[in-house]
């Protein structure tokens, strides 16, 4: 059951609908215009709020912020009789989070009223934190799986050392923010960053890029022109897709790891860099070492040191932490504030193997924000693709309808769901469960639930 507002100057229409809707169980008040459901609204703080786009005095469209101001959840279904476009992209922009046209489809409008009043009713959510301080720099790494906190630590027993660091991982595990935070905790952290794409360039536009180029070097070349590793003097520079590099270019590095110089394109004289090489590469360099497509010897000084991002999903238990990251940064881009997420689609999430790792996890939330008009992240938002995983992998005993189960196989069903959303992560499982660790140890040998193998030694988090 929820409170409603009906906000039309129909008043047989309304009234049609208070009915209707009333028959429903739904609490039903009805106001003729935009300043009288304002009034309303105040006192009686609807759920949700049917209003109608144009009336006498203030239209729908004009009253739409006022009403998001005084009630910032409530949820509004517009209806017109008027079929136009700018209308409906309006009113979504301004916060509406359904369109209906006139005459309405009773069998529409109850789908959305369902929708939307479930939603909101929907206790079943997780709050996501985030405003934390640290979490506010773009470039920031969170995780707390075993496998992250030993790249922190390795992270900050190289920064101060001048060694080369090759980061290795699939694509989108973030590997330039890995760079970054070596960058960052090393001795020049207010030095220039400077990235290099060696995929991105022809061989001859990559080597200017990378070493510079003197007026005359080639055709095209009106002026003397700073490279790369000019550019990164005093700070780092960071070579993504190391192992796309050709066998002329990867020999002209070699000299620059060897002796820290280089030769601009058409100079006569070399110049020397002290910045600090930091490479990446997706790429199975053992592999290609072998078909001759890259030198092992620059293999070897490139690695130095080694870190290798796991993939993500071989850490979901980082899932919750980079949402909070990513959700602060999409929602001061999109200028929005989703704060929870439901259970139901953690568990789409958490089910997912993320073959884009972050960077796919990010686009997911963009998109799904973007399309947001509330402050929760709900199933709906996710693509089907990611829903389905969920679907085809729920046990049979959760097929059960409700009046089919014990309390007992209730409990255990929340309990498991619970401890399979945060990765069997017992701490964050007792915050969202609201009971002790003993308890949860009691209630995880009660039901034999047994944690992936992966997670087995999570025991003591």
């Known amino acids: 059951m929820s409170k409603i507002l009906i906000v039309d100057d129909d008043l047989a229409s309304s009234r049609t609908l208070q009915l209707h809707l009333g028959s429903q169980e739904h609490q039903v008040k009805l106001a003729a215009g935009v300043d009288e459901g304002i009034d309303i609204a105040n006192s009686y703080q609807p759920d949700l709020i049917i209003l109608d786009i144009r009336m ?20 509004v279904i517009m209806i017109t009789a008027f079929h136009d476009m700018e209308s409906t992209i309006e009113a979504m922009q301004q916060g509406a989070d359904d369109y209906i046209h006139k005459p309405i489809d009773i069998d529409e409008l109850d ?66 923010l890995v760079a970054r935070a070596i960058h960052r905790a090393g001795k020049t952290p207010h030095g220039p960053f400077i990235a290099v794409n060696c995929a991105a360039l022809v061989e001859t536009l990559l080597e200017s890029d990378m070493f510079g180029h003197e007026k005359g070097a080639f055709t095209g070349a009106v002026g003397r022109q700073e490279g790369k590793f000019s550019l990164a003097r005093g700070g780092s520079i960071f070579l993504d897709e190391i192992g796309e590099l050709s066998l002329s270019m990867q020999a002209k590095l070699l000299r620059v790891l060897q002796y820290k110089e280089y030769t601009p ?3 006569k004289q070399t110049q020397q860099t002290d910045a600090r090489i930091i490479a990446a590469t997706n790429a199975e360099m053992e592999q290609k ?7 092992e010897d620059l293999y070897y000084r490139l690695q130095v040191v080694n870190i290798h991002l796991p993939p993500l999903r071989e850490r979901k238990e980082d899932l919750i932490d980079l949402m909070q990251t990513l959700l602060n940064r999409i929602n001061r881009e999109l200028h929005s504030n989703v704060t929870h997420i439901t259970r139901d689609a953690l568990a789409c999430m958490t089910a997912y193997e993320w073959p884009g790792n972050v960077r796919e996890l990010e686009n997911v939330l963009m998109k799904g924000i973007a399309l947001s008009h509330s402050n929760t992240f709900t199933p709906e938002l996710l693509p089907d693709y990611i829903c389905d995983i969920t679907i085809n992998n729920k046990p049979q005993t959760a097929e059960k309808s409700a009046s089919e189960l014990s309390l007992e196989e209730m409990e255990k069903i929340h309990v498991a769901r619970v401890l399979e959303a945060t990765a069997w992560h017992k701490g964050r499982a007792c915050e969202v469960l609201n009971i002790s660790r003993p308890r949860l140890r009691r209630m995880i040998n009660q039901y034999n639930l047994i944690p992936p193998a992966a997670n087995e030694d999570e025991e003591s988090m």
Not at 56 to 75: A, D
Not at 289 to 295: A, D, E, L, N, T
């Open 56 to 75: 006498p005095g203030r239209s729908g469209l004009e009253g739409l912020p006022e009403f998001k101001r005084v009630l910032p959840n409530v949820r």
């Open 111 to 176: 789908a959305s009223i369902s929708k939307l009043c479930a939603a909101e009713e929907d206790s079943d959510q997780l709050f996501l934190s985030t405003s934390l301080e640290n979490k506010s720099n773009q470039f920031s790494m969170v995780g707390r799986s075993r496998v992250m906190k030993e790249i922190f630590k390795t992270i900050g027993m190289v920064a101060k050392s001048p060694a080369t660091v090759l980061i290795t991982g699939e694509s989108g595990t973030g590997k330039e």
């Open 265 to 267: 394109l058409g100079a």
């Open 289 to 295: 070492i072998k078909q001759g497509s890259f030198r």
